[in-house]
């Protein structure tokens, strides 16, 4: 599923740049070059991921009897045992387990969770948005307020204006989202009686005015997580192209302090700056577990959880498949813009 | 700026320090240093069980006191003092971070230098391994780890290490990939010095500064995790005190009893801070690029 998946993108990627990077038609050799190097690297590294998922989840003491078994599993005769290893097709090679995961991981299916009789791919279908637009919103809050506070500080290098930029950039950046995520549940709930995750998830497409109440305070604690280090990053990019002689030579040439900022500088600063919002979003498809925990939101973060607890080792696999797999797009994805917005690479 | 120094420029050019000396010249060096060193101070009294009360012994009658005297940051829903308990929780953090990085560092530095050094196939499998490795998210490796090996300390500290080992050898490996040619390392080699001597005397010292920065960095982020896992049940196990424990408890009791949720909130700021303080303000007096500055 998940290599169809990454392909399909990159052939409407190859659509979108043709569009884009070059109207006379073809994309330019090297980037093509690129794309298929990247593209093959991108499965390759998908490939390793999933040896390591399954690997890492075999080493799990006791064996899914246990795991839905309990206590009672002790009491199993061997034939029985043998009878379930059989079913969970465990007694097999690792090697065939592997194989037989992967070959129906590639035709969509990622398993079934034993408790509920849902199968993960149909659970992964309904989490996946809520993290997605989770993650949007968090990134959309945290590049402009990041970038803002970016700006800000760098300004003025080492002024009162830095200082206070950098101070609540290095805040948010050591504050803790589940430290963040408690403090607004419990006082803000308290106090003002308000409770974000009091109901059911709501879709945006359901009820709007609901949704947006469910994810204002999440993508809050999770939009500061990301501004912190683009905040960083948009500081020390603006000091540093702001020093080169292009930039000297723009002033030079007379042109208003608004255009040399925003055109010139910006626009050179603007590389590093996509590369940091791209990693930042990519780690927010799973790295927003504790949040998605605190905030009661159904996403992909909370459904490995819930898994963990479950003992339900095979939606802990896929699942976390699924996210690694997302995780390697959207770093393809960040590479990719990184190259059409570098004018240095544009031109060539 | 002039590639010629006149007498006058020398004469003025203040007194050359050393990199502690251009660490406490820095705000952030000087913050850093004294917030680490209140966190390292922490947990030898923790060690050496200095704490006004045990951290895990309950006063039922002194239930959810506010802070006094007597419980200066007041106590938890078993009447436990919760500042003993924060120091308490502190020292595990710190303990599962200087495992982690200790174990992190040392396996990837080794990995990343032994890759750039000789190159070829063993750089391949390095880098490949850490590409993996990379292709997820930092937090959700560490949950998967912790969930396979279960819960605990060690197990938690094991987690984190194998999530930040690339880190380290992506580090180790720049500086070496770009001294590799280096003319001095090629007059070495001309002189025929041997591969290890090259290697110690000549390469390392040149990691090692990136290293040191990367691990006060990784410490932050470790005690950052390590506390995260403990949140969510999966890292330190009660009535061991650890600090994100000690805020997952106080999820019920923040609204009424605001210090159960804001000693513990503020000691991992604290300690986060201070690390990311001190790595920032060692990268910059380590850089010898600004040792004249």
């Not at chain 1, 996509?274 to 996403?299: C, R, S, W």
Request: proline share 5%; hydrophobic share 55%; net charge neutral.
């Amino acid at each position: 599923m998940t290599e169809p998946l990454i392909e399909a993108s990159a052939q409407q990627l190859v659509d979108v740049d043709v569009d884009a990077v070059a109207p006379t038609g073809r994309l330019p050799a090297f980037l093509r070059h690129w794309l298929v190097a990247r593209l093959i690297w991108s499965i390759a590294t998908l490939v390793g991921v999933s040896i390591l998922v399954f690997v890492i989840l075999r080493v799990v003491p006791g064996n899914q009897i246990d795991a839905a078994f309990g206590t009672e599993a002790g009491a199993l005769t061997p034939a029985q045992h043998a009878a379930l290893a059989h079913y969970y097709g465990i007694d097999r090679s690792l090697w065939s387990q592997y194989f037989s995961w992967i070959g129906s991981v590639l035709t969509g299916n990622l398993g079934i969770a034993l408790n509920t009789h849902l199968s993960v791919a149909s659970m992964t279908r309904s989490a996946l948005p809520v993290t997605i637009e989770l993650a949007l919103l968090a990134t959309i809050l945290g590049t402009l307020a990041g970038v803002a506070l970016g700006l800000l500080s760098a300004s003025r290098p080492n002024g009162v204006r830095d200082t206070v930029g950098q101070s609540i950039g290095l805040l948010a950046l050591s504050v803790p989202s589940f430290v963040l995520g408690t403090a607004i549940v419990t006082i803000v709930a308290a106090k003002f009686n308000y409770f974000p995750n009091g109901g059911e998830y709501r879709a945006p497409w359901q009820s709007l005015s609901e949704n947006v109440q469910q994810m204002v305070f999440p993508a809050l604690v999770l939009g500061i997580a990301v501004a912190a280090p683009v905040m960083r990053t948009t500081r020390s990019a603006m000091i540093e192209v702001g020093s080169r002689d292009f930039v000297r030579t723009a002033r030079g040439k007379g042109l208003s302090a608004a255009r040399v900022l925003f055109r010139h500088v910006l626009g050179n600063a603007a590389i590093p700056i996509v590369t940091m919002v791209g990693i930042q979003f990519g780690y927010l498809l799973g790295g927003a577990v504790i949040v998605e925990q605190i905030f009661a939101l159904p996403g992909i973060g909370r459904q490995v959880l819930q898994a963990i607890e479950d003992r339900e080792y095979a939606v802990v696999q896929s699942t976390v498949l699924v996210i690694a797999a997302a995780f390697v797009l959207v770093n393809f994805l960040t590479d990719l813009t990184y190259r059409w917005i570098d004018p240095r690479v544009r031109e060539q | 700026m002039s590639a010629i120094a006149t007498p006058a420029t020398i004469a003025a050019a203040p007194r050359r320090r050393g990199w502690f000396g251009r660490l406490l010249q820095s705000p952030s060096g000087r913050i850093g240093l004294v917030l680490a060193a209140l966190v390292a101070l922490a947990a030898l009294a923790a060690v050496a069980h200095l704490l006004p009360h045990d951290p895990v012994e309950q006063h039922p009658l002194d239930r959810l006191l506010g802070p006094s005297s007597r419980y200066w940051l007041g106590t938890d829903q078993f009447g436990r003092d919760i500042f003993s308990r924060c120091i308490e929780g502190a020292k595990s953090s710190l303990q599962v971070a200087l495992v982690a990085v200790g174990l992190a560092g040392a396996v990837g530095t080794v990995a990343g230098i032994a890759a750039g050094f000789f190159g070829g196939v063993l750089d391949g499998i390095v880098m490949r391994i850490a590409d993996v490795l990379f292709a997820f998210p930092a937090i959700l490796l560490a949950l998967a780890i912790v969930s396979a090996l279960g819960s605990g300390w060690f197990n938690t500290a094991i987690a984190i290490a194998i999530v930040y080992v690339p880190i380290f050898a992506r580090v180790a490996r720049g500086p070496v990939l770009a001294l590799r040619d280096a003319d001095f390392i090629r007059a070495g080699r001309v002189l025929g010095f041997s591969s290890p001597r090259l290697l110690f005397r000549h390469i390392l010292p040149n990691v090692a500064a990136p290293v040191i920065v990367q691990v006060t960095l990784s410490l932050s982020w470790a005690i950052l995790t390590e506390s995260s896992l403990s949140f969510l049940g999966l890292g330190t196990q009660p009535p061991e005190a650890s600090l994100g424990l000690m805020v997952s408890d106080a999820r019920a009791l923040a609204a009424d009893y605001w210090w159960t949720l804001a000693a513990p909130a503020v000691a991992i700021t604290l300690a986060v801070v201070g690390l990311n303080l001190l790595g920032d303000g060692l990268r910059d007096a380590l850089d010898p690029t600004r040792a004249r500055d």
